[in-house]
């Protein structure tokens, strides 16, 4: 019996990336992800991260931002 032959994978080259930046909440909000996965001090529950603790002000402020322009 013949086996059905998926077509192979296009070249990744050729595909389109569409590029843009995020805005400002969400790319907050990556850095601040971001830093917590890599940082042995956010993973640790019982110590205090003043990074972690910034990043997360800056994602809060930059979205308390985006809410009052779009109100």
């Excluded at 917590?36 to 308390?64: F, I, K, M, N, T």
Aim: with cysteine; glycine share 2%.
């Amino acid at each position: 019996m013949d086996e059905r032959r998926d077509p192979p994978p296009a070249d990744e080259s050729s595909r389109p990336v569409a590029v843009s930046p995020l805005p400002a909440p969400k790319a907050a909000w990556a850095a601040y992800v971001s830093h917590c996965r890599a940082c042995s001090v956010c993973r640790d529950v019982d110590q205090h991260c003043d990074e972690a603790d910034r990043l997360y002000q800056e994602w809060q402020a930059r979205a308390r931002r985006a809410l009052q322009e779009l109100g």
